[in-house]
Every structure is written in C-alpha cells, then in structure tokens.
C-alpha cells in the first residue's frame, strides 16, 4: 500500500472499534456481478471451505462502473477476479499485478452475428458495424482485426466499432451485424430473445485462434513478499479450487447458491443454472494452476496487435507458480 | 513532505493574493486574475498532495501528467469534442430549449394544462438519467440523436419550471397598467411578462448548460461509437489510463464553463435592469 | 383537488400515446419474429403481441403496473427483490445528500455574496465543479473513500451531495441579491447591521429562489445517489435495479424501477412544493 493509505487507514482503523477475529480477513473483487460466472468462490464461501482454512472472505461483487484493477489498486480489495490481457496491460501502465491461479482454462468468448445480416465467414465483416464491450474486454478483439488486417476505423475496407452497452440489444435490434458475447451469458440473451441458432453465424475466440485467458486471480506484486499474506492466499486459492470443482459436479446447486447470495435479486433460477453449466465447460481441465504455454499464446496474441498493440513488450514476473505450487500439492 | 509544504505555502499566497485583488475595485482584469490565481493554487494543492503522499498514478494523477497527456493527444480530444458537444449537446440543449419555452408559454394561456401538465411534468423530469440514457439509446441508435434526446429529456424540467416561475413574476399592479393600455394578451406577454421573466428564465437555461453538457458525456456511456468524451472517460478507466480520463474531463470543464459564461453574459445584456446584475 | 381533473386528463391523453407508442416501437419485433416463425399478422394480431413481448423496445402500461405491483404489493418488504427495499436504501442515500448539498449551497451562496474574494474566485469555480462529469470520476471518489475506510451511505451520499448543492447555490445568491437598492436603502435609515439586514431582508426576499432551486436539487440529489450505487457494486438500490434490468435487457424492469424512482423524486419535490406554498404563505409572498 502507499504511503497515504497506510497513514490514512492507521487513522480510520483506529478510530474505529473492532473485533478480534480468529480467523484471517481477505477481500476478493468480482470481475462482475454476482452471478454463476464466479460461482465456484459462492461456494467455497456458502459451504465453509472458507472457513475450514481459517479464512473469513468478503467477496465484493462488480459492474459496469468498477475496474477490479483500480480497486486493487486503491487497497479495496486483496485479490481480484480479472482477465489476462486487462491485466498485463495494467501492468505495462505501472500497477504490478501478478497472476497466482488461473481457474478458467478455455476461453468463453465470441462473436455472434446474424445471418441475415449476410454474415457467413469472417471475410464478410468488411464494411459491417460490431460490437464490443470495452472496459477491458476490446483487447482480445482488437487483437482479432488486426489479425484479419481490418481497420477498426470504419469505412468500406475496414468494420465500425460500436461501443455496446450490456445486453444485446444492438443485434435484436440490427443496429450491429455483430455483437461480442460470452458462451455462458449474452449468448443465451440473444436465444431468450427469440433469435434461434439457425438464424446466427458464431465465432468462437478460441476456434478462430485469438483466445486470450479470461478469468484470473491476481494480486498484487507486494502482497507476495509478505509472508503472512502469501500464506493467506494459498488457502484462499485452494478453498476457492475447491469450490471450482464442486461447482463443476454440481451446477444447479452451485447456481442456487449464487442466487441466495444476489443482492439485487434480479437474477433468475434457470439463467444461472444455464450458465453455470457453460462455466463448468471453461474451468474443466484445469486444476488452478497457470500453465506457461497458455500464458505465452495470450502474450503473443496480445503483442501481434498490429499498429496498435495492448502491449508493446512481454511481461516480466506477471504470473507465479508460487502460490499454486503450495495449494495444490 | 517537502512538495505537502511548498503546497501549503503557495496557498497561503495565492489566498493572499486573491484578498488583496479583490479588495481593488472591481475590473475586468482583477475580475479574471481572482478565478484564475484560485485555480491554480488548486492544482497546486494537488500536485503537491499527489507527489507528498505518493498516490499511485493510477488513482489519481498529477495535474503534470495530465498536461503532458493533454498535449500529446490534441487530435482525440478534438474529435471527441465536436462529437459530444457539437452534435449531440448543442442540438439536444436548442430543441430542449424550445420545446420547453413552447410548453410553457402553452401552461401559461391555459389554466386547465398548467394545473394538468405541471404535475405530471414534475413526475416525469424526476424520471433518473441513468435509466432513461440506455432506453433513449435503444430507441435513437447509437450515435449523436440519442445523445440529443437526453440532453433534451434532461434540461426539458429546469427551464420549464424556471420559464412558468418567471412569467408569474410580474405583478397584479403591472398587469393591471397594461390592461388599462387595452394591451391583449399577446401585448401583454411580449411587453411586460416575458421581460419580466427574462433573470428566472436565465437561471433555468444556466442551470441547463451544466445538465446538457452532463447529459451528453452520461448518454455516450451506454453505447456510442467509437467516438466522444464519454466514450473515452469510460474505456480509458477500463483500461487504467486515468491521465486521458482527467484530460477529457478538463476539455468537459473548459466547455461547460465557457457555455455557462456565454450564457451568463447574454443574461447580463438582456437583465441589466434587475438588481443582481447591478450590485 | 381542483387540479385532480385536469391532471387525470393529461394522464389519460398521455397513457393512450403510450399504448399508441407502444404499438409502433415493438412492431419491427413482431414482424421479424413472424417472419422467422414463417406466419403472417392480423392487425389485431399485431396489436396484441405488441403490448406482451417479454422485452419490448417500450413496454406497454399494464406490463409495467403488472411487474411494479409484484415486486412492491407481492413481495416482502425486506426481500431483495422488494422494489420498496431498494428504494429505502436509494432514499436513505438522497436524503442525506440532499440535506448535505442544501447546508453546502447555502453556506457557499452567503459566503459569495458577503465575502468580495470568494464571490470572485470560488463562483466560477462552483460552475466548473459541475461540468465535470460525476459518473465518470464516481467510481474514483468511491475508490478513494473505500482506501480512507469510509463506506456504505456516506459515499454515495458525497456523490449525491456534489449534484444537488449547484443548483442552491445559484438560486441563492440569485436570491440573496434580489432586494433592491430601494429596500436596502430603506433597511440603512434604519440603522440596519449587515446581520439583520440579511436575516429580514435578504434572506426573506431570497425564499422563492430558494424553493425554486430546492426542488431541483432534490431531483438532483436522487440522480446523485443512483449514480453513486453504481461504483458500489450495483447491488441493492433502485440504480442497481436499473442497471440490472439494462443489463439483461429486461425493459419492463427497467420501466418498473424508473417509475418508481420517478414517483420517489415526485413525491419529494412534491412535499418541497408543499412547504414552499405553507411558508410563502405566512410570509405573505403567495404566487
């Protein structure tokens, strides 16, 4: 932490009355809202993994108006849920996140067009209008045109970016020929919405070879040499691995639980079972660890961005095996 | 702790400064020093807290940074500008200004709209921003017409209710003088009620430069081309380059008083006969 | 009451428009989703599909009475589903701002009037302050304070204070400054202080500004504590309704949540309304 939070929190803290707790204190900060796409902390947390590593874990849920990377930042939280290429580039901008698990093997992440918008390949995309999410997720599809050699500028040789809101409306309602989804969420809106997989052309991130990792644990660099934080974390991550693959046997359970635990209650029973059976299908195969191979074709697809790159050199010391090594074995 | 000092001690100045300033009689300049001595001690203030207390530059950065940032980006801020101010602000703010000086003028003649419609226009200028951005959004496309439409929904209120004010402040005295004048109501309204509503009229339409420019930035966050202020403000916190976002926000600033001033100044011409225009 | 007439009519006119509306914006939805389904619409057919899409581009008034009455009536206060719980804690938040912003603007509109430097140099700064857009640097006030320790209402709260003091203080030292000369000479040959000047003088005269500008504020100080819900994590507040309804595309719950927060500001700057007729009457300055 820096110098003024430190000065300043030693003041709040002392102003403040508080309880001794017997276990240790962690913040986790979602990517997002609560929902099934963190569902394996819901239930580490709902059934006592948490607990059982002496552990006592807030998790603070996301949105659209919070950068998990500037709340670590900021010390609002110990750890964050966040997406590699997000990540890096903080990095690359002076804040040193470090990777320490890496739930989420494949990545859920494509493009889904309307066929009747004259989409049947990607060679079809000049000229048409996308959508994309920003806020830390245009990275893996600027990556993506550049590949293709298609400007993002606009015009009759390049695509028209659209910066879209959260749901997916621009596609129902053709403003977009395109709009970025996750398999697990957006899609399933698009399907609720009346559309039916006949009526659009999918093109899956990983199937089109510019994955990135999604869904990542990372900390920061100075939480990992204080020893008693560095052994926080290894409990927290073997809880969580824990609640992964319990989610993973179990989704409707898991989905039950992260509905109990939606503070705004605008969540729906069969959305999120739905989706945490497409989660299971992203964290299976892997067992937390990062796996260096994986790492490197995200850096590669990630420094491959043409003239305008998300990084404009590879990473040093952003992921470590340290914390993993000691939870898993 | 030496850059917390060097703060405290350019601001103790600057307040001085500005003391003995203000103390002169009043002139243009010492009317445009005054603000701008403030303001810069201001920053001052921050680039010292910012650099004493070693804030990460990713929470907040120093205004140095910004300015250098500022400099190297003038294309961007310049495109961005003429989308958000130019084509969805400036259109939003006329038409809303003229829907709302018709609809008031409509309440005024008609006793039976204004006890009908003020009440339900208090119920629908309380309908929050935030939600009607992205259904304006859903209805209006994604580029500047939606923007349009939330400026016009957001500045409809304030000057509605600021025109209706103004047209009940002339009195029963003066009214009455027209009528011995056999002035009609269009005389009378063009005569003495509108003039006379002209300093309440202006506090609503000042109100509303802040609420267009606002509207605008807010509306592009929910979806935009690739292009704008908001657009910008919101990507560039995802992606942690907080430098560009205080740039644009000055750019937003900069605008939205100059618009504010512009209007200020026009309500000094128009109202140099009500006496706050003359202490 | 006499306005109870015309205020049903222009609901009534308006309510028709809406159904009207209705009709015309979620008529491409309709046509497409026959077209794929391969049939072909009766007007009739049409009419009534229009006003039961599951998301419409405009729902229709029965759809959004229907979901506003199951999450206030049918719920339980205390569900988290309840619209009346998240209302409390998006009240909670305005009320505090409001109160904030109003102590604020006052406070800033009498030490502009009386004191020459701050008339000069913190006015145009006040004007500034709000042409920075709060719902771009929110998240960044509500990182800050959580790094301070402070949490919960009070940031929001902040947010909320931030939108509603502007309109105070312009309407105030409008209002501050409206006696004219005539009076103010007046008040001198009475041997006036500059205090009780301003405690029969200025402050009196400054009331209809003074209510004009509350009204606004309150609306803006609502605006402000919804914005502020959003960095927090969107999770309980009618903002986070809001948004989780933008979010999942689910119009009619956006609809419910607006409404309801509209009928909140309403209810607000109605009761404002109120105590503004009560105290212009006493005072004698009835409009």
């Not at chain 1, 596609?171 to 009526?199: H, R």
């Amino acid at each position: 932490m820096t110098q003024f939070t430190k000065w300043i929190s030693a003041a709040a803290l002392g102003a403040m009355a508080s309880m001794a707790h017997a276990a240790d204190d962690l913040t986790l900060q979602l990517k997002w809202v609560t929902q099934a796409q963190f569902g394996g902390y819901y239930v580490a947390l709902d059934k006592g993994f948490y607990e059982e590593e002496g552990l006592n874990v807030t998790i603070k849920p996301g949105g659209p108006d919070i950068a998990p990377t500037q709340v670590l930042a900021g010390g609002g939280a110990d750890v964050t849920v966040e997406w590699m290429p997000a990540a890096l580039a903080a990095r690359e901008k002076g804040l040193p996140m470090v990777n320490i698990a890496q739930p989420f093997k494949s990545s859920g992440m494509m493009l889904t067009c309307r066929k009747d918008a004259g989409i049947s390949s990607t060679d079809d995309f000049v000229g048409k209008t996308l959508g994309v999410w920003f806020f830390g997720n245009e990275f893996p599809f600027l990556s993506w045109m550049s590949k293709l050699g298609l400007s993002t500028e606009g015009g009759d040789d390049g695509v028209t970016v659209l910066k879209q809101g959260f749901n997916v409306d621009p596609l129902l309602q053709k403003q977009a020929a395109c709009v970025s989804t996750m398999t697990y969420n957006e899609y399933w809106q698009v399907i609720d919405a009346g559309l039916t997989p006949d009526d659009l052309m999918v093109f899956k991130y990983e199937d089109q070879g510019v994955a990135t990792l999604e869904d990542g644990l990372y900390v920061l660099e100075d939480a990992l040499a204080d020893p008693a934080m560095e052994d926080k974390l290894v409990r927290f991550v073997r809880a969580s691995m824990k609640g992964w693959k319990y989610a993973e046997a179990n989704p409707d359970e898991a989905a039950d639980i992260v509905l109990e635990n939606d503070a705004s209650g605008a969540q729906t029973e069969e959305y999120q079972q739905r989706m945490m059976r497409e989660i299971a299908k992203l964290t299976a195969g892997s067992n937390g660890a990062l796996v260096e191979a994986d790492y490197q074709r995200t850096v590669e697809s990630l420094l491959s961005g043409g003239s305008d790159p998300v990084i404009t050199k590879a990473p040093e010391g952003a992921w470590t095996h340290a914390i993993t090594d000691q939870a898993l074995n | 702790m030496s850059w917390l000092i060097a703060g405290a001690l350019l601001w103790a100045l600057g307040w001085y400064v500005n003391v003995r300033l203000a103390s002169l009689p009043k002139s243009r300049l010492t009317s445009l020093l005054v603000p701008i001595i403030f303001g810069v001690t201001l920053i001052i203030i921050w680039e010292s807290v910012v650099r004493g207390f070693e804030i990460q530059q990713v929470l907040l950065p120093a205004p140095s940074v910004i300015a250098a940032r500022f400099a190297t980006s003038t294309s961007i801020l310049w495109q961005d500008w003429v989308q958000t101010v130019l084509k969805g602000m400036m259109s939003g703010y006329i038409i809303g200004c003229l829907a709302a000086f018709a609809t008031a003028l409509a309440v005024d003649r008609f006793a039976f709209l204004q006890r009908g419609l003020l009440p339900v226009g208090n119920f629908a200028a309380a309908l929050p921003i935030i939600g009607m951005a992205p259904i304006l959004v859903m209805w209006f496309g994604f580029d500047w017409q939606s923007k349009a439409a939330v400026v016009v929904v957001m500045i409809f209120f304030p000057i509605l209710v600021n025109t209706v004010q103004g047209l009940a402040a002339s009195d029963a005295m003066q009214r009455d003088l027209m009528r011995t004048y056999a002035a009609g109501y269009w005389k009378t309204l063009f005569k003495l009620r509108l003039p006379m509503a002209l300093p309440l009229i202006f506090n609503g339409l000042k109100i509303a430069t802040t609420l267009a420019l606002i509207g605008a930035i807010v509306a592009e966050f929910f979806g935009s081309p690739i292009r704008g202020m908001g657009f910008r403000i919101s990507t560039s916190v995802g992606q942690l380059a907080l430098d560009l976002v205080w740039a644009e926000i000055v750019v937003a600033a900069i605008t939205g008083s100059l618009f504010y001033g512009a209007v200020a100044l026009l309500e000094r011409k128009c109202t140099f006969w009500h006496p706050s225009q003359r202490s | 009451m006499r306005n109870l007439l015309p205020v049903l009519t222009v609901v009534a006119a308006l309510i028709v428009l809406w159904y009207g509306a209705a009709v015309w914006l979620n008529t491409p939805w309709a046509y497409d989703k026959a077209q794929r389904a391969g049939v072909e619409l009766s007007t009739t057919e049409l009419i009534k599909d229009t006003w039961s899409q599951k998301k419409p581009k405009l729902p229709a008034p029965h759809q959004v009475t229907r979901e506003i009455w199951k999450t206030t009536v049918e719920k339980k206060i205390t569900s988290k589903r309840s619209l009346i719980y998240h209302s409390w804690v998006t009240l909670s938040a305005t009320l505090l701002g409001f109160a904030l912003g109003t102590v604020l603007g006052i406070a800033l509109a009498v030490g502009i009037v009386f004191n020459r430097t701050m008339d000069m140099s913190v006015m145009p700064w006040v004007i500034t302050s709000q042409t920075i857009p709060i719902l771009a640097i929110a998240p960044m006030i509500i990182v800050v304070l959580n790094a301070v320790g402070i949490q919960g209402l009070l940031p929001k709260a902040i947010i909320s204070m931030y939108l509603s003091f502007f309109p105070v203080v312009v309407g105030m030292v409008k209002g501050l400054r409206s006696p004219d000369h005539m009076q103010l000479d007046q008040m001198r040959t009475w041997h006036a202080s500059a205090a009780q000047t301003f405690w029969r003088l200025r402050l009196p005269s400054s009331m209809p500004y003074l209510f004009t500008s509350l009204k606004i504020a309150m609306a803006a100080a609502i605006v402000g504590a919804i914005v502020g819900e959003l960095p927090t994590g969107a999770v309980a507040g009618l903002g986070a309704r809001l948004l989780a309804g933008s979010y999942y595309g689910q119009t009619i719950q956006i609809w419910s949540a607006l409404l309801v927060a509209a009928a909140l500001a309403a209810t607000l700057v109605a009761i404002i309304g109120l105590i503004q007729r009560i105290v212009l009457n006493r005072m004698g300055m009835a409009q």
